[in-house]
C-alpha cells in the first residue's frame, strides 16, 4: 500500500435531508426537526468546510421524497418535504468562504433561462463557488405537477422496455440542449461588455451581448442572459450516471460526472467508456472529472459502523441497499479504498453520508486527516473558486472575437 | 379625541435597470456583486425598514432594434440574491417581483415557500404580470398569452399558488425518533387544481412556511390590477407618489375592498418613491436639478422621446427644439421590454402638448424631458422630508413608501441617518422590529395553519 500519493484526491459530499439511509433521522444526532431550519445547513456545510472539501451537492426534487423508483409511496417514516436546493447553497454562501456550492436542477420541468441566471447568481453571492447537478425526472407524478406534459405510466419492471429506453434517451437528449443553452447564457455577457462610459452615455458595450440563438426540439432561447456572466465565466455542470445514455450525456456536456461503480472493474469499465464518449465527442483535451459515488457509514472502533447501519436497518424494517456501493468500516479503510479505486481512473469521489449528523464529521475529522497523512489530500485551501480546486482553468468566453 | 397618528412603512427598492439610477456618479457601485446588496440590505435593516424590494425583467430591453445600453444593465436573479440576503439581515422583509407569464406554480411556490423557511418568515412576492412574445423568446412556451388573458393567468396562478402554500397544514411534521413517525399525515400536501390555465394535481414538497404564505403585492395599475390586488393582495406597490395622485388612488382601491369583503387595514398602498436629500432645502433643489440632468443625459432625452414619437429620432440635436413631424400612431415598435410605452396613450395628443409646453418655456429636447419627467417624490431637508413623508401618510396618500435611491449601493444610507430618526422621533416609524416576520412588520394577519383554519371553520 503506497503511503504518499502522487495525485491529490477531490472529495464531495451530496447532502439529502439527514443522510442517505431511511432511518437517518431517528439517530440521537441528528436533527430531524430543523431540516427545514437554515441553521442546520449552515452548520452541515460549515463542517464540510472545516473538512476542506472541494464542494458540497444539495439533493432536490419536484415531489415528495419515495422509496420507490416511479411512484409516491405514501410513507410517514422517513423524511418527506425538502426546501429548494439553489435557494440553500445561496443562504450559506454569505456564511462560508472556500467550499463549492451545487445543487440539483431538474431540467425536465424547468427553465433553462432561469436556472441559467439563478447559477450565476449563486456564483456571485458566493464570488466563484457555484456548480449545479443535473438531473432529468422520468416520473409521471412529477409531470403531473406541472401539467406541461404527460409521461408515460410505467414501473421498475419496465425500465428496460423500449417506451421507457426511448423516454430517457429524449430526456437526456433534452437535458443536454438544456445545458447547452445555460452554458450559452453564461457567455451571453463578454467578461468587460460592462463599460460605464461616461463621455458617451453607454453603460454597456452592446457588441459585448450576444443573442444565444438557441434552437432545439423542446425549446428555442433567444438571450442574452439578464444576468452578466459569473465570477468563473462557466460554473461547474455535474450529473449522476447509471448507464450508457447518461454516460454520454457526461461526457458531452458536464465537468464532473459521478458514477456508481461496486467494484474497480467496473470502476475501470465506466471510466473507460466515458473517456471513449468523451474523446467521440472531440472533448479529450477537456478535463473531465469523474467521481465514484459511496455511501459510507464510518466509525473509528472496526465493526462499530457495521452494528450501526444494522440498528439503522432494524429501524428501518429492510436492510438498506444503494444505487451505489455502501461502505461501512473505519476512515483508514475507506482511505484504502478511496486510492485502490483512484488507480482505475477515478479523479475524486462524492461521499453519501449514511447519517450526515454522524458520518459528515466522521469524513471531515477522520476520513480527512488520514489522506492528508498519505499526501492524498489538500492541507488548506489552494484556490478561491471552485474551478480553481477542480484544477479547471477560467474559460475563454465563445462568444469573444479578440 | 384626537385619532392615533398612522404608523408609516418604509421600504427599500435596490437600484437598477431604470432611469432614476445614475451609474455615472462616481460613488455609484456595482449592481451585481453580492457586497452591494448586502450593504442596501444592511442599511434598511439598520433604519429598521418594513422590507427590501426587487423588480424584475426577464429580457434586455431594446430600442431601434439594438440593446438598450445608456441605463444600467443587467441584474442577478431574484430568488437567488434574496436567499443570500436572509443570511445577512435578521429582520428585513425580502420581497421578490416574479413573473406568473413565464413560470409554473408548483416551482414558484416552491421557491417563495423555501424562502419564506430560509428567511425565518420574510418572504414577499410581487405578483406581475406579462404578455410580450419579445419576453416570450427566452422561455419554453414563447408568447403564448393573450394580453387580455394576462389577469386571468395571474389570479389563477396566484390561487393555484397558495392551494399549494394551505396544502401543509403546518402541525404534520412530528418528527418523533422513538416512535419513527416523521408524518402524522401521509397525504400532507396533497393538492388538485383544475382550470382554464392550469390542470396540476399531487403532492407539493415544502411543509408549511413560517409565514403561511408570502406577503402578496400587487404592481399593476390599470382597472383589473386594481380589482386584482383589492380581491386578494396584502399590499400594492403603486406609483402615484404626489399628494393628489396618492389620495386619489387610495381612496379607489381602500373603497374596492368591502366589496370583496375586505378592511381597509387588510391592503396597504406603497408608492414608490425618489428623494433627493441636502442640507437645507434649497440645496436639496440645486442637487435634485443636478441628479436629473445626471439621469437625462442628451442621448437619454432622444430615446425618452422616441417612446412617444415611436420613430427613430437619432438625427435630432436633443440642445435643439422638438422634432416638426408627428409621432407614428401605429402599433409600438421602436421601444420593446418596457413598461413605460403604455403610459402613452395618444402619442399625437402628448407630441402636441410637448411642443406647446417647449415653445412657451424655451426649451431643448432634454429641457423637455428632465421637465416633465418623473421629478423626485421628495427634495429637501430631512425635517421637511420627514414632514412631507409624514403629512403624505396621516393623510392618506399612501401607508407609507417604497424608496428608489438613485445611487447603488449606499444611496439609502443618508436617509436611514438622516430622516428616519427624525420619523421616530414624531412618534410615526418604528425604533425597534416588534415582531421577526414580513407580517408582523406590515401588522398583517398570520393566514394561521390549514389546522386553524379547519378548526375555525368547524
Do not use: C
Request: no cysteine.
Amino acid at each position: 500500500m503506497s503511503e504518499s500519493s502522487s495525485t491529490p484526491l477531490h472529495l464531495a459530499v451530496a447532502l439529502d435531508g439527514a443522510g442517505w439511509h431511511p432511518a437517518a433521522w431517528r439517530e440521537p444526532q441528528a436533527r430531524p426537526r430543523e431540516l427545514f431550519d437554515p441553521a442546520y445547513w449552515t452548520d452541515v456545510v460549515t463542517e464540510a468546510e472545516r473538512g476542506l472539501l472541494d464542494f458540497v451537492t444539495f439533493e432536490d426534487g419536484l415531489s415528495l421524497q419515495s422509496s420507490h423508483r416511479t411512484e409516491p409511496d405514501g410513507r410517514t417514516d422517513q423524511v418527506r418535504g425538502r426546501l429548494d436546493a439553489v435557494l440553500i447553497a445561496s443562504r450559506v454562501a454569505p456564511l462560508t468562504r472556500h467550499i463549492g456550492l451545487v445543487p440539483t436542477v431538474v431540467a425536465t420541468h424547468t427553465e433553462p433561462f432561469h436556472i441559467s441566471k439563478a447559477i450565476a447568481t449563486l456564483d456571485y453571492v458566493s464570488t466563484g463557488r457555484a456548480g449545479l447537478r443535473i438531473r432529468v425526472s422520468r416520473r409521471r407524478h412529477e409531470a403531473e405537477h406541472f401539467g406541461r406534459r404527460t409521461l408515460p405510466r410505467f414501473g421498475p419492471e419496465d425500465l428496460d422496455t423500449p417506451v421507457v429506453r426511448e423516454l430517457t434517451a429524449e430526456l437526456f437528449e433534452e437535458a443536454a440542449d438544456y445545458i447547452e443553452v445555460v452554458r450559452r447564457l453564461w457567455d451571453s455577457w463578454e467578461d468587460d461588455a460592462e463599460i460605464r462610459d461616461v463621455a458617451t452615455g453607454r453603460f454597456i458595450d452592446r457588441d459585448k451581448l450576444h443573442y444565444i440563438d438557441f434552437e432545439g426540439r423542446h425549446f428555442s432561447v433567444k438571450g442574452p442572459s439578464i444576468t452578466p456572466r459569473p465570477p468563473q465565466g462557466q460554473p461547474v455542470i455535474s450529473a449522476l450516471a447509471h448507464q450508457s445514455v447518461p454516460y454520454r450525456l457526461v461526457a458531452r456536456a458536464t465537468d464532473i460526472g459521478y458514477i456508481t461503480p461496486h467494484d474497480t472493474d467496473q470502476a475501470r469499465a465506466t471510466v473507460a467508456e466515458i473517456r471513449a464518449a468523451q474523446a467521440a465527442a472531440g472533448r479529450a483535451a477537456e478535463p473531465l472529472h469523474i467521481f465514484g459515488d459511496l455511501v459510507v457509514f464510518l466509525d473509528d472502533e472496526p465493526g462499530a459502523a457495521a452494528a450501526r447501519r444494522e440498528r439503522l436497518d432494524a429501524l428501518a424494517g429492510h436492510p438498506y441497499t444503494s444505487d451505489a456501493k455502501v461502505f461501512t468500516g473505519t476512515p483508514a479503510q475507506l482511505a484504502d479504498l478511496l486510492l485502490s479505486w483512484q488507480r482505475t481512473g477515478l479523479t475524486g469521489f462524492r461521499l453519501r453520508p449514511g447519517v450526515i449528523g454522524h458520518d459528515l464529521e466522521a469524513i471531515t475529522r477522520g476520513l480527512v486527516p488520514e489522506l492528508q497523512r498519505r499526501g492524498a489530500f489538500r492541507r488548506s485551501y489552494e484556490a478561491d473558486t471552485l474551478r480553481g480546486l477542480l484544477g479547471l482553468a477560467r474559460p475563454a468566453n465563445r462568444y469573444a472575437t479578440v | 379625541m384626537s385619532t392615533p397618528l398612522k404608523q408609516i412603512h418604509l421600504a427599500a427598492h435596490f437600484p437598477g435597470v431604470n432611469n432614476t439610477t445614475v451609474w455615472s456618479d462616481p460613488a455609484a457601485g456595482s449592481h451585481i456583486e453580492f457586497s452591494s446588496f448586502a450593504h442596501f440590505a444592511r442599511t434598511a435593516e439598520r433604519a429598521k425598514f418594513d422590507f427590501l424590494f426587487l423588480a424584475e425583467g426577464l429580457r434586455l430591453r431594446e430600442q431601434g432594434g439594438n440593446i438598450y445600453d445608456l441605463d444600467v444593465v443587467g441584474r442577478p436573479d431574484t430568488f437567488t440574491v434574496l436567499s443570500a440576503l436572509a443570511a445577512v439581515t435578521d429582520r428585513l422583509g425580502l420581497t421578490g417581483t416574479i413573473n406568473s407569464t413565464f413560470n409554473e406554480p408548483y416551482e414558484v411556490a416552491r421557491q417563495f415557500a423555501s424562502l419564506d423557511h430560509l428567511s425565518g418568515g420574510r418572504a414577499a412576492w410581487n405578483v406581475v404580470t406579462s404578455w410580450d412574445a419579445f419576453t416570450g423568446e427566452n422561455f419554453r412556451r414563447g408568447g403564448f398569452l393573450p394580453q387580455d388573458e394576462r389577469y386571468s393567468r395571474a389570479k389563477e396562478f396566484l390561487a393555484t399558488a397558495t392551494e399549494l402554500f394551505d396544502s401543509w397544514r403546518g402541525d404534520e411534521i412530528v418528527a418523533d425518533q422513538a416512535s419513527g413517525t416523521f408524518l402524522d399525515d401521509a397525504r400532507a400536501g396533497a393538492f388538485a387544481h383544475q382550470g382554464p390555465h392550469f390542470d396540476i394535481a399531487g403532492q407539493f414538497n415544502v411543509p408549511r412556511s413560517p409565514q403561511g404564505r408570502p406577503v402578496i403585492f400587487q404592481a399593476g395599475d390599470s382597472e383589473e390590477g386594481r380589482e386584482f390586488a383589492a380581491a386578494g393582495a396584502d399590499a400594492i406597490f403603486s406609483r402615484y407618489s404626489t399628494f393628489k395622485e396618492g389620495q386619489a388612488f387610495y381612496t379607489d382601491v381602500k373603497g374596492r375592498l368591502a366589496r370583496h369583503g375586505r378592511t381597509r387595514d387588510q391592503l396597504l398602498i406603497l408608492p414608490a418613491a425618489t428623494f433627493v436629500l441636502g442640507d437645507t432645502d434649497a440645496e436639496a433643489r440645486e442637487l435634485a436639478h443636478e441628479v436629473r440632468r445626471q439621469q437625462v443625459s442628451g442621448a437619454t432625452a432622444i430615446k425618452h422621446l422616441e417612446f412617444v414619437w415611436n420613430r427613430d429620432l437619432s438625427a435630432y440635436d436633443p440642445d435643439g427644439p422638438l422634432p416638426d413631424i408627428d409621432p407614428d400612431p401605429g402599433e409600438h415598435t421602436v421601444a420593446r421590454g418596457r413598461a413605460q410605452v403604455r403610459m402613452y396613450r395618444d402619442p399625437l395628443a402628448v407630441a402636441r402638448e410637448w411642443r406647446e409646453l417647449a415653445a412657451a418655456n424655451k426649451w431643448s429636447i432634454r429641457d423637455l424631458v428632465i421637465e416633465t419627467g418623473n421629478r423626485q417624490a421628495f427634495i429637501g431637508s430631512p425635517a421637511t422630508v420627514a414632514e412631507t413623508i409624514n403629512s403624505f401618510v396621516q393623510a392618506d396618500a399612501g401607508d407609507g413608501f417604497i424608496l428608489v435611491p438613485h445611487i447603488t449601493p449606499g444611496g439609502l444610507d443618508v436617509f436611514a441617518d438622516t430622516v428616519v430618526p427624525l420619523l421616530q422621533e414624531r412618534g410615526v416609524f418604528r425604533t425597534e422590529y416588534e415582531g421577526t416576520t414580513l407580517r408582523d412588520h406590515l401588522g398583517l394577519a398570520h393566514p394561521g395553519t390549514g389546522a386553524e383554519q379547519e378548526r375555525a371553520a368547524s
